[in-house]
């Protein structure tokens, strides 16, 4: 590609205004809703195609970084302005560079004397920030402090990207949480990134944030994500950035289709997580009354001949009602062959587990629990546990800990 710099300086760019903006969708399936727009800067100088991120290296180099951020932003706001006094509830989001945030700008109120020039409400404006690139965190802080209190949004971009600093969320308390590309791509198909996803948004929903996916391409991902608690999306799937709104039939039909999707989904997901629990729930139920005819003597060959019978069952043992193991771990040895490590090893006789998630419930009261899926220490595989309570054959009162492969 020709050198563009030599072609066209950044200073010329940004004295001839060169510069305009494009809308990319900001949508919510729940909400079946378009909830606005982000505003994308576009390089307009004759015979030039200059992507963004190269005319902001351009500009960095030459000083002129401010310059060309507030020059970004203003002809955003001047193409949105006529949307917004035709649809006062749409976003608009505007990108800022965390690189050019310092003290001066943090007191400067520019964005906020621009925002009331062209007439747009402060509540409908969504400050993005990059914050790995912010050299000063105060002067970060102070700007983010200082818009909140005039009622704009704020965002933290490229969350995830790996460059990302966790210690900035719980600081600036974003009203949302853009999950970078990187992190949501191909996400149905990884485990790891969904898991990762799960925990961003449960930082999201204890913060009071919302969780956005970007880059989202695919509707298999944005299932995934639906159904990891992320309701808000924007990417290629509805739409590429344009000068123009995006058409509102293409919007409706997509979120529609989507929706459609995964409620038929998640209704056959439900049905058929309870369809498991329930036998589940009858295995276990069925174990306890034949453990209830026995006392402590044959407790051990009990558990082994259960585990002969049920493939699916990793481990089993049994617990005082204080807690104490008072059986042997009886284990299905092909489970354990699958992902043995040294740090795995089943509990044996005597050991205490009152400090567990599935003997808690129990010591307070309730007959039977289930966990969410863990990995096991035992095996070390991803399994949920079943405790249920039961009296033996001399009226004492025991635990049922049953240990079921979350693959089965």
Known sequence: MENTAEATTIQEIIEREWIGTAFHSLVSIKRRSLLGVE?????????????????????HEAGCLLELDRLCRRKALEAFAPIHAKNRGLILSLNVDGHSIDADVARSCYLLHKVKEYGVN??????????SRARDTKALADFVASYRKHGFLIALDDVGAGHSNLDRIPLLKPDVLKLDRSLVSGVDRHMTRLEVVKSFVQMASRLGSLALAE?????EDILCLLEAGVDVFQGFYFGRPARQMPPA????????????????????????????????DALVHGMCEQLALLGSIG?????TGFIDENSQIECLYVLS????????????????????????????????????????????????????????????????????????????????????????
């Open 39 to 59: 505003a994308l800067a576009r390089c307009t100088a004759p015979g030039e195609d200059i992507p963004p991120q190269e005319l902001f290296r351009m500009a």
């Open 122 to 131: 402060p509540n409908n404006v969504l400050i993005e920030i990059v914050e």
């Open 215 to 219: 880059g989202v391409e695919r509707q």
């Open 249 to 280: 039939e293409t919007i409706a039909e997509r979120i529609e289709y989507l929706a459609t999707k995964f409620r038929i989904n998640a209704t056959e997901r439900f049905a058929a997580q309870k369809a498991l629990y329930a036998r589940h």
């Open 299 to 303: 407790l051990d060959q009990a558990l």
């Open 321 to 408: 009602m204080k807690g104490v193991q008072v059986s042997d771990t009886v284990c299905n040895p092909s489970k354990l062959r699958k992902r043995k490590r040294f740090i795995y090893e089943p509990a044996r006789l005597g050991a205490d587990h009152s400090l567990k998630e599935y003997y808690l419930p129990l010591r307070a009261g309730l007959p039977k629990f289930t966990t969410p899926p863990y990995i096991s220490l035992a095996s070390g595989n991803r399994c949920i546990t079943i405790s249920a309570a039961y009296k033996d054959r001399d009226n004492r009162s025991c635990i049922l800990c049953a240990d079921i492969d979350c693959q089965e």
